[in-house]
């Protein structure tokens, strides 16, 4: 979430770990962009400490606490109404949503542990996926196994959802 506010490229592109320093958080998460700007420059204080920040995309994949896509699986999954069964798109839902299966983010720190002096101090882990789009994701949910159906649905109906300021994200990493 420490990329949460920034603004995309203007030619559309993603950032990569060469932008670490212009990404802009969430108010709540600027805490989480400080540590991250204060371990790469602890690295310049003292050379016998190796530091890597990983940013990683949404985790989901194993059943993971906190799992953002957990509700909108589940619905899709045991919803016989056909209003609930069509999973909610906030708005066009064009936006793009950084995501990471927990599996490959375990193997990328892994690397990183046994052969981190390859790697550079600041780390962007995500899928390469076609459809990182929350429409591409929702869609990708309710036809594998749901009604297929997804309904644009303005914020406001959602605002106070938990999975709402993740659904919101607009970042291409």
């Known amino acids: 979430m420490s ?17 670490s320093g212009s990404g802009v958080p969430l108010p709540k998460y600027s805490g989480v962009k400080s540590l991250e700007l204060s371990a790469q420059v602890l690295h310049k204080y ?5 530091v890597h920040v ?3 995309g949404f985790m989901y994949g194993n059943g993971e606490q906190n799992d953002i896509f957990y509700e909108f699986f589940r619905r899709a999954w045991v919803s016989l109404h056909p209003k609930l069964a069509a999973l909610p ?10 995501t990471i299966h927990v599996t490959d983010l375990a193997l990328c720190l892994d ?13 962007i882990a995500v899928d390469q996926s076609p459809s990182s789009t929350q429409r591409g994701i929702m869609t990708a949910i309710t036809e594998g196994i749901g009604s297929g159906d997804v309904q644009e649905t303005p914020i406001s109906d959602v605002v106070n959802e938990s999975w709402c300021e993740f659904m919101t994200v607009n970042v291409k990493l």
């Not at 990329?3 to 490229?9: A, G, H, I, L, M």
């Not at 798109?89 to 950084?98: E, T």
């Open 111 to 123: 690397r990183i542990l046994l052969h981190g002096r390859d790697y550079k101090n600041y780390l």
């Open 46 to 50: 003292n050379s016998k400490i190796r």
């Open 3 to 19: 990329w949460s506010k920034t603004s995309p490229k203007e030619d559309e592109s993603a950032f990569t770990d060469q932008d």
């Open 54 to 56: 990983v940013c990683s």
């Open 89 to 98: 798109v906030i708005g066009s839902g064009n936006n793009n949503l950084p």
